[in-house]
């Protein structure tokens, strides 16, 4: 019966859908020393040991199992011997995976591999660079059903410890030059952990930003396109190296697979080319793009369930830091949206709009917003002297104070009562303007302006013009001491489970001496 089930399985897998998935599994090592190893992973100590490996073992075979990816991309694993091991637990629990490949970059603690139920007809490694700590992207050929589709497995450089946004491109280039010069025929796929957001485009941090705002996933890769996003309906006419990220296909919630700084990210990606959507060979299926959020893999806390590593000790308890994320994939044509036509423009609204709504179902442009105030990423924002301001938080890159845009806004949320807008984007820069007759108009509601008032700073409050309002300093260095009066020569009337003014910095306001 077992001869029966082998020879008809390649029958079985090709007769629905399949599964392609991307995890990281957050340093997969064994218990042998080999020189390599992240010292937290040195055998013998921090209470790594033969034990702790295999706990690790099962319980990332557990993740992977439930998943019940048919070809599945890792990020993190140490060598061949513990992918060995890890498909030799997966078949002792009934998850075979019979197809296997790894990268073999000598030094460097981890590794790219490929997990797969159909055969793996080829493999090898794209060289980024020969320093140590630099891995190579893995390159292999799968065969589906008399079909090819090739798959390249990333794990691009941090943004910790020096990442700079220059490391990710070198990435992205040698990736960038491979793929054009491939066949025009050719299905593939790009996957893996980026270190990147699906957006970072609008959202890099300014302190990883040493290349001018250009990022590898987006502008070396091309899923921007006139400063947006590329949409499934613009594939069929993308050019060659132009690729459509599936995180697009969720709502803005649920785009998260890790918690960088806090920070929920997308830094797991499935990247598709023109070729998954032109109904022949290997096609995408639409709206199948997920992450995988199985119960155990979050905290009681409802954060993801990490392996513990606390103390210096490995607590032999979680998973991994990162989701995965899959797709599925067909031999049928792939069926687009119903009146799918060209990218639909995002709707006019008035700021006020934004206030009576707890969440976007649809892009909305905000037409003239005039940028009142900017610090760091964050801005704010009004269309008329006497309309409604709006926090731009996180999205404000490219923004200049006391200029006029059209913002298209993407994601909205509501911050301990404070009305933000968490994702947006530039849709048009316009004239410079006078922004004085936008301050100091109303004491009385959130995200309004303030510009040179004088006033008394006392028990956390500011006296100004008969007035009282609570005042907050982002920086508690700045907080002037008791009595002092003070000209804030620019404040946010922000909102904190009450209004309160914010100042962001130092050379926002200044003594003013009697």
Known sequence: MRYLYVFLLPLLLCAKPFKIATYNVENLFDASFQGSEYEQYIPGKHNWDEHMADTKLNHTAEVICDLDADILGLQEIENSNVLRQ???????????YQYSAITTKTNTSIQVALLSRYPIRAHKELVISHKPNIRNILEADVEVQEHFVKLF???WKSKSRGGKESKRIIYAKKLEKYIMSLSPDTDYIVMGDLNSDYDAYLTLNHRLDNTNGQTGINHVLHTVSEGRLLQKDEMSKAQKGSHYNLWQELPFVQRWSHKFYGNKSTLD??????GMFDKKGIDYVNHSFKVFKAPYLFTDQGYISRWQYDHGKHKGKGYSDHLPVYAFFDTHSYVPDKNSQEHKAAVSKPIEFLYGIESLKEEVLLEDAVVLMKRGNHAL????PNGRGIYLYGCAKGLTEGRRYDIVVQNIALYKGLKEITHAYKAKEKTKIKTAPYFNQNTKIQNEAFKEIIGIYKDKNFYFNGQKLPIHFKNKKDI???????KLHYAHLGYYKQLQLVVYNKKDFSRVRE
């Open 153 to 155: 497995v990333n794990h």
């Open 480 to 486: 002037p001491p008791q009595g002092s009066k003070l």
């Open 269 to 274: 990606h499935i990247l598709l080319p023109a």
């Open 381 to 384: 924002i009004k269309q008329s």
């Open 86 to 96: 890890l498909q030799k637990r997966l078949e002792e629990v009934g998850c075979d």
